[in-house]
């Protein structure tokens, strides 16, 4: 049995293999219809949604499953001190596969640990947003043919973005692969990014604050939201929220054949006059959403089949346990109880990063 908590869980060929089914559901829906029928996902959602907890709450139901589970923490135990830990136990005894979003960084590993069922994470934090990525990497895949030789710029909130990290993540393991960061510098992308994707898979890439400048190199144009509820300081973000905004206009020196991204909600930072533009894809990265997440859902509930036992992803791994306490106040370990501290050494120097929410690093 395996989950999925960060895209690099899933290796380059599977991710192959997950946009064949997708293009095979999209052909022959009907095949699918009853894959899998008496089959329950559950969706605990603990944060705001729209597309990703309907999108698997529909995928489940075209794949002739039911659906069972909350959205928002308050309607949940959790807002009377349930730990992640006991819910996914609880949940285990009820579903055969769980999807879940937190605020809490590395919230959905410590489900796929506790619990006895797969764990899809749909969003913890500002960590990762796996399944968003799969929707995105089947959209160039359908519009471009291959995610090798692109040049990929991603604008906005960069420090926040968890769907820009987990992209940035897949892509590095593809060929000639070049990255554009446009941000202002309050919202640039994370060292940690840098340092454990960027830098040791000698991606290439800039860093600018200005759209117009990298628009004319660009193949793909990830536009995001800057992420207000991820602010400490509600005036930063009123600073900083009218930072680039999508026009036509701005399109004029884009390649003909661009492909505007967003993992949505839009809020202002693509005009809706753009909405028209051949080259705006993000409604159809939703449907995607939909197709990809079918496809890793059958994925996974054929795998925990064959194999029910959950692996012990940290056995073998030289971790340091309960030696430091991780200093992310938004990591899962802030909350959770008696929830071991779990350290990596990232490189030769010895830093060390908190397993649990790849964020954190051990407090002073
Ligand atoms: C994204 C998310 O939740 O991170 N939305 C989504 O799942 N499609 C992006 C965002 O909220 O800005």
């Not at 990232?346 to 002073?364: F, K, L, M, N």
Request: with cysteine; net charge negative; glycine share 6%.
């Amino acid at each position: 049995m395996r989950s999925v908590i960060d895209i690099v869980d899933l290796s380059v060929e599977e991710i192959d293999e997950l946009c064949k089914t997708s293009l095979d559901i999209i052909a022959n829906p009907a095949k699918y219809a009853e894959s899998c029928k008496g089959k329950k996902l559950a969706t605990l959602f603990y944060e705001p949604s729209t597309r990703t907890r309907l999108s698997f709450t529909a995928a489940m139901m075209e794949l002739g499953g039911d659906v069972l589970g909350f959205a928002g923490a308050s309607n949940s135990s959790a807002s009377k001190g349930e730990s992640f830990a006991d819910t996914a136990k609880t949940v285990s005894c009820y579903a055969d596969i769980i999807a879940m979003r937190t605020t809490q960084e590395g919230a959905a590993l410590v489900a796929s640990r506790a619990g006895s069922i797969p764990v899809i994470n749909a969003g913890d934090g500002r960590h990762c947003h796996p399944t968003q990525t799969l929707a995105d990497l089947l959209t160039i895949y359908r519009e471009k043919g291959s995610f090798d030789n692109l040049t990929v710029g991603f604008c906005g909130d960069l420090k926040y973005g968890r769907t820009v990290h987990s992209l940035i993540a897949a892509l590095s393991r593809y060929k000639n692969v070049k990255i554009v960061l446009i941000s202002p510098k309050e919202l640039m992308l994370p060292d940690y990014v840098k340092e454990d994707i960027l830098e040791p898979n000698h991606m290439e890439y800039m860093e600018t604050a200005s759209l117009e400048e990298a628009m004319p190199m660009l193949d793909i144009l990830y536009m995001t939201r800057v992420q207000r509820e991820r602010f400490d300081d509600p005036e930063e973000y009123e600073r900083l929220k009218n930072n680039y905004i999508l026009t036509l206009e701005k399109l004029e020196t884009a390649k003909k054949d661009m492909c505007i991204l967003h993992p949505l909600p839009r809020v202002n930072e693509i005009s809706v006059k753009v909405d028209d533009d051949p080259r705006a894809c993000y409604f159809k990265q939703v449907l995607n959403g939909k197709y990809i997440r079918m496809a890793l859902i059958l994925k996974l509930l054929e795998e925990a089949k064959k194999n029910p036992k959950r692996v012990d992803a940290f056995a073998g791994k030289g971790y340091e346990f309960n030696k430091h306490v991780c200093n992310n106040p938004k990591c899962v370990t802030a909350n959770e109880q008696e929830l071991d501290q779990v350290f990596k050494t990232i490189d030769a120097e010895g830093h060390q990063r908190c397993v649990w929410c790849d964020i954190g690093e051990p407090q002073d």
